[in-house]
């Protein structure tokens, strides 16, 4: 079946040590999100890619960063992670110009 | 500014018992309004969607519906299970040419009990 997937499910780091999250799709979209979901609170978008065209929010900090080698893949760097940097984090994936936006599993991310 | 907003944050149900959700937006340009259902520690799971131009959708148990003039949108659930304890989040998009741009509600967290 053609999914969103997320690696690793849960992931936990010391607080300062980098961490990389992955996403990975077989739907062949163009465009790939990132959202930072903290507890009983909406997804928060992060940024996007279209194709290799980066677009970043202007809220975002600095802390995050992502790469995208190819169509199928996109990873979410986080550099020096602090205690509020704990949360869900949720891959998505869209074809160009539509509006539904496919989901992943999500990532957990705890800082210790 | 574009906002969806859901009542109740939180509801408590029977098992058996129906229930309805409500979410009201003020997105525009409205592109169009999903609901969401969103497993504790999983991601969001697509679960109707609905354009401008329609008023109900159903899938399965789950029946939305939409008025555009009124910019609300309900989520009935029907026949409730136990598995239908989740949160339900409404989504509203507009395009904004190479992506979607969504706003998400803050949800609504149902809980079916025995």
């Known amino acids: 079946d053609a999914m969103v997937i997320q690696n690793p499910r849960y992931q936990v780091t010391q607080f300062g040590k980098p961490v990389t999250l992955s996403c990975s799709q077989t739907?062949?979209?163009?465009?790939m999100y990132w959202y930072q979901q903290k507890s009983s609170q909406a997804p928060k978008l992060l940024f996007h890619?279209?194709?290799?065209?980066?677009?970043n929010e202007a809220d975002t900090p600095d802390n995050f960063q992502s790469r995208r080698p190819n169509t199928s893949f996109c990873f979410l760097d986080i550099r020096s992670p602090g205690l509020g940097d704990a949360a869900m984090y949720l891959c998505a994936t869209s074809r160009l110009g539509g509006s539904e936006q496919y989901f992943g599993p999500g990532t957990r991310l705890t800082v210790t | 500014k574009n906002q969806v907003e859901q009542s109740p944050q939180s509801l408590i149900i029977l098992e058996g018992k129906n229930c309805t959700l409500q979410?009201?937006?003020?997105?525009?340009?409205?592109?169009?309004l999903r609901w969401y259902k969103q497993d504790t520690g999983r991601g969001p799971v697509s679960l109707t969607i609905?354009?401008?131009?329609?008023n109900t959708k159903s899938n399965g148990r789950y029946t939305a519906t939409l008025d555009a003039d009124t910019k609300q949108s309900s989520l009935h659930i029907t026949a409730s299970q136990l598995s239908d304890s989740a949160s339900y989040i409404c989504v509203v998009s507009k395009n904004t040419g190479t992506a979607s741009k969504l706003t998400f509600g803050t949800g609504t967290r149902l809980q079916v009990t025995l």
């Open positions: 609905m354009t401008f131009s329609e």
């Open positions: 890619y279209y194709d290799k065209d980066f677009n």
């Open positions: 979410c009201n937006y003020t997105v525009s340009p409205f592109s169009n």
């Open positions: 739907l062949n979209h163009n465009v």
